[in-house]
């Protein structure tokens, strides 16, 4: 429940757009480096390694078109296209530091097909280098100017923010995120998620529409800001090749661009990189002697504490890693600065009471307040100092400053205890998964006379900018969720954050005056932090990538060229898992070895894979999808999809209480909610579907009632999430009719619960999807340990895993189950549990099970409503070992099926016009199952035929006889006596 808004809003951002690829374009855009260079005329060689001796290359010494110099850029006419802006957006729009480097930007775009603009987050760079193209006249001749954003609220705010220093309509300056969008056919300057250009790559591989492409916050690295960089990378010369030049525009808010100019494979000539400075006020760095390694919680409350008791007014920030423990700051603090409204009578009363509380505090305390430094640093991050006599300035002492005169009690317990309503503090928590209502509280102005404080996630970092925050507050750690390549198993882990994520918090301080970054760690262990955050896309799995650029045609993944590219093992796994759910072809098993490794990482895509492709949820659920039309189900698929996609849908029930009363009242609705949730799961067929059925259930109750905020808050879900999973469900919606036009299924919003055969059916559903993570209760012998109780054995794990004690499935404790995903807290707990039947797994995961030979009792046998040999086999699921039951299957490809086949086709049972001869052959048709079968010629003569046009049921057979009326009847007339082969002659073929 702590999870990083990256997490949460990264994942799902595509459009609802139909899929296509141009297969050549593509391919010709994927070929390597090498590749290329030998195609490359001589000059354009010349002019490559002239660049390479110089690997920096400014805006204003080396303006270079791919393949050409800048004395082969033609000369155009200057255009001006110009903008009625209002008086005040025109003043405020000249203190924005990028308005400085308007001409150098516009050269470099102008001489170079892309360009990096590096500068830090309050220099405009958004909002202002997008005008900049358009009053240049890059949106003039029918093209649009595309801007990329991480984030959907940063898309629609932005496009609002450009509409309006513009002055242009939204049918203008337009945006277009996953579910909506106001882009017309007039739209000149479009802002969107990264996820929407993926998908408009997919339609048209080369942008037509597009003249400029901007990538925004790149320094973010998301998984799809990536691939679009890699893409566009080769779209961009492709382009200019086929004389329609398209300009790339790379903008990131760190200076780690090394990934995009040092890399040969992503640019063979080095793009320019301009330098904008930030619009930041001077920011001075406090670290501490200490580093708490445990309570850094703690350590924070002491020091918003003292910051509120001793210096000037001025906004706090406070930056910890989770939910649990924004809630847990947020309470101590308000038990020790209580500000209630019904205190204060008017404003000027306020401010006068609130001066006068403190001055008379730190009067009693004997304290003495120096007004704040105001010292000019180039940058907040350029040499800080240690908390000292700087620290001591500004009146706030560490606990170890020995001989200092700041004695402010900084026993926790005593501080938490004197409640002190006379300097009441405006706490406010700010976390991702907080309602938007909630988070909207932030960019208010507080009450009068109070302090506002905001106790935020990494979600403050550089998503958004709370307007007076003057001192940061920041712990050095940060929440990342981590995922073992070989498990599976997904962890959040509290890690230190890096140096260029923590100069960005300490900017925070600096964005309306001088301010102060307190940081609750030395200087020494700042020094081991690493320079950058890693690129998400190395420390995720990598399959719906891995997915789309199949889809896109890029058949060798490994080649493409990633800023970052993920691991190799990454890789691997990705396609093997894909090759599993049946949306790659297999590769060969037979050849050398080499070639059999290259193999791996080379699988084209099926047309299942092309189907699941289109779909914007995982793999595995698109594979739910893409068999969810059986039995009516697909309403049910896929609302059960969106639920699993949209992560936290229930609120969290295990939240700590702050006082006895508030214990007794969350007790209550904890049992109330559980109640509820029992319900939604059902009884009988309906319990074993689990998780599912409850996440349905909820889904269901919360259309029916109109999806409104107050069912959600009463019955313990995130109305956030629930309106996310009804815009994701009609956007599945149309995705499914749009590949299967036949199934016409639509939103139903007074859905009737499933029937127990369509249980049934979504439970096979789910274990078709989800087989790779099917799990065993743990049998009595291979309990090692008594803690392993009630526990699971997964196929790739060795220690336990468990249902969580809030599943549907708790109690009931199923042999079999598939899970959703592995969480690690202080037990491995599977989320999303929903139980499978043992007998199902070599029937919808043969791909994971060892078989045995047929059984001999009950014999094979000829299926007359599939026309194909059917038997009994037993198995054993992969790598563990499990005996699963013996079920009945398609018999084994072989020698022996084309026996079975003649001996059924001998006795009448594939033709049933051939059965009134079958007391007239000459040999009993068992005997083709004899060992010494090939000593009788009549075997030989009707065996080989089948062998060679690789007949081995009814529906081959028909498709020879369509072209080869007379395959058969010669040998078949060697089975009866000659005077029968002039009426069998007569009947041939005998359908």
Request: proline share 7%; hydrophobic share 35%.
């Amino acid at each position: 429940e702590e999870e990083e808004e990256e997490e949460e809003q990264k994942k799902d951002e595509s459009s609802d757009e139909d899929t296509s690829s141009e297969e050549d374009e593509v391919k010709n855009a994927t070929e390597t480096s090498e590749a290329k260079e030998s195609d490359r005329p001589p000059e354009d060689l010349a002019i490559k390694q002239e660049i390479k001796s110089d690997q920096k290359v400014p805006a204003e010494q080396k303006r270079t078109v791919s393949g050409e110099t800048k004395a082969k850029t033609p000369s155009e006419p200057a255009v001006f296209i110009p903008v009625d802006r209002t008086p005040e957006v025109q003043e405020a729009r000249l203190k924005l530091p990028v308005l400085a480097e308007e001409q150098v930007i516009m050269e470099a775009v102008r001489e170079n097909p892309c360009v990096v603009i590096c500068g830090e987050t309050g220099s405009g760079k958004t909002t202002q280098v997008p005008q900049f193209l358009y009053e240049a006249g890059y949106a003039s001749g029918g093209g649009i100017i595309g801007i990329t954003e991480p984030r959907r609220v940063a898309a629609v705010s932005m496009s609002h923010r450009v509409a309006k220093e513009m002055n242009l309509p939204t049918q203008v300056v337009s945006y277009q995120i996953r579910y909506e969008g106001n882009a017309t056919g007039d739209t000149k300057i479009k802002f969107m998620t990264d996820g929407v250009l993926l998908k408009e790559i997919q339609k048209d591989f080369l942008l037509q529409r597009y003249s400029v492409i901007i990538i925004d916050e790149a320094h973010e690295r998301s998984v799809y800001t990536d691939i679009l960089i890699g893409l566009l990378s080769r779209i961009v010369p492709l382009r200019h090749k086929k004389g329609m030049p398209m300009k790339l525009l790379i903008m990131s808010a760190t200076l780690r661009v090394e990934d995009f100019t040092e890399n040969q494979k992503l640019f063979r000539i080095p793009p320019p990189v301009i330098k904008v400075d930030a619009r930041q006020f001077p920011v001075t760095i406090h670290f501490n002697k200490r580093t708490p390694l445990e309570d850094y919680t703690g350590e924070a409350f002491q020091k918003i504490c003292k910051i509120h008791r001793m210096l000037p007014p001025g906004g706090i920030l406070a930056f910890l890693t989770g939910q649990a423990e924004v809630h847990s700051l947020c309470r101590r603090l308000r038990r020790a600065f209580p500000f209630r409204r019904s205190n204060t009578a008017a404003a000027e009363d306020e401010e006068m009471e609130s001066s006068e509380a403190m001055r008379k505090f730190k009067k009693a305390k004997q304290k003495k307040t120096v007004s704040l430094p105001r010292i000019d640093l180039d940058n907040y991050s350029a040499l800080p100092v240690d908390e000292g006599d700087e620290d001591r300035e500004a009146g706030i002492g560490d606990e170890e400053d020995r001989g200092s005169d700041l004695d402010l009690g900084d026993d926790p317990a005593d501080t938490e205890e004197k409640a002190d309503p006379s300097i009441p503090l405006y706490v406010l928590p700010l976390y991702s998964l907080l309602a938007p209502e909630q988070q909207a509280k932030v960019f208010r102005p507080p009450p009068p006379g109070t302090r506002l404080c905001v106790v935020a996630t990494n979600v403050a970092e550089t998503s958004l900018t709370i307007p007076g925050i003057k001192y940061v507050v920041d712990c050095g750690r940060v929440k990342k969720r981590f995922y073992d390549r070989v498990t599976g198993v997904s962890s959040f882990k509290v890690t230190w954050t890096a140096q260029a994520s923590a100069n960005q918090r300490a900017g925070r301080a600096g964005r309306t005056e001088p301010g102060h970054c307190y940081r609750l760690y030395s200087s020494a262990v700042f020094g081991d932090f690493s320079q950058f955050s890693e690129a998400e896309i190395t420390r995720r799995p990598v399959e719906d990538l891995v997915l789309q650029m199949k889809d896109l045609n890029i058949d060798k993944v490994i080649n493409f060229p990633f800023p970052t590219p993920p691991s190799t093992e990454a890789l691997v796994a990705a396609e093997e898992l894909l090759v599993s759910l049946g949306a790659l072809q297999e590769p060969p098993h037979i050849g050398r070895m080499k070639e059999l490794q290259r193999s791996k990482l080379n699988c084209p895509i099926t047309p299942l894979g092309r189907a699941m492709a289109s779909f914007p949820v995982a793999p595995r659920y698109g594979k739910m999808l893409a068999l969810g039309k059986q039995q009516d189900c697909l309403p049910y698929v896929v609302a059960v999809v969106a639920a699993m996609t949209v992560r936290e849908i229930f609120q969290n029930l295990d939240r700590p209480a702050g006082s006895e009363d508030e214990s007794s009242k969350l007790s209550q609705r904890r049992a109330r909610l559980t109640q509820m949730r029992r319900l939604w799961a059902g009884q009988g067929a309906s319990l074993h579907l689990g998780d599912l059925m409850v996440m349905l259930g909820a889904v269901g109750a919360c259309e029916f009632a109109g999806c409104t905020p107050k069912f959600c808050e009463d019955n313990g879900l995130r109305y956030k999430a629930m309106v996310e999973i009804r815009k994701l469900r009609g956007q599945l919606t149309n995705a499914v009719n749009s590949v299967c036009p036949e199934v016409g299924v639509f939103v139903d919003p007074k859905m009737t619960p499933p029937t127990e055969h369509q249980v049934v059916c979504l439970r096979q559903i789910v274990l078709a999807g989800l087989g790779d993570h099917l799990a065993r209760r743990l049998q009595v012998e291979d309990m090692l340990d008594p803690k392993w109780k009630n526990g699971y054995k997964t196929p790739l794990m060795d220690d336990p895993v468990f249902i969580h004690p809030n599943s549907a499935l708790f109690k009931t404790l199923p042999e079999f189950v598939v899970y959703q995903e592995i969480m690690e807290t202080s037990k491995m707990y599977m989320r999303g549990v929903s139980a499978v039947e043992a007998e199902w797994v070599p029937q919808f995961l043969p791909q994971y099970c060892h078989f045995g030979p047929p059984l001999e009792t009950p014999a094979p046998w000829f299926c007359s409503s599939t026309g194909t040999i059917r038997c009994h086999r037993s198995s054993t699921f992969f790598r563990v070992g499990w005996q699963l039951p013996a079920v009945e299957l398609e018999y084994p490809e072989g020698l022996e099926r084309f026996r079975l086949f003649a001996r059924f086709l001998l006795e009448g049972q594939v033709c049933p016009k051939l059965k009134k001869h079958t007391s007239h052959l000459l040999s009993n048709p068992s005997i083709m199952m004899k060992t010494w079968a090939k000593l009788q010629p009549r075997t030989e003569a009707i065996l080989g035929p089948l062998v060679s046009m690789k007949v081995d049921c009814r529906d081959a057979l028909l498709s020879v006889w369509k072209t080869q009326e007379k395959f058969l009847l010669s040998a078949y007339c060697q089975w009866l006596p000659e005077a029968m082969h002039q009426d069998v002659t007569k009947v041939w073929p005998p359908v």
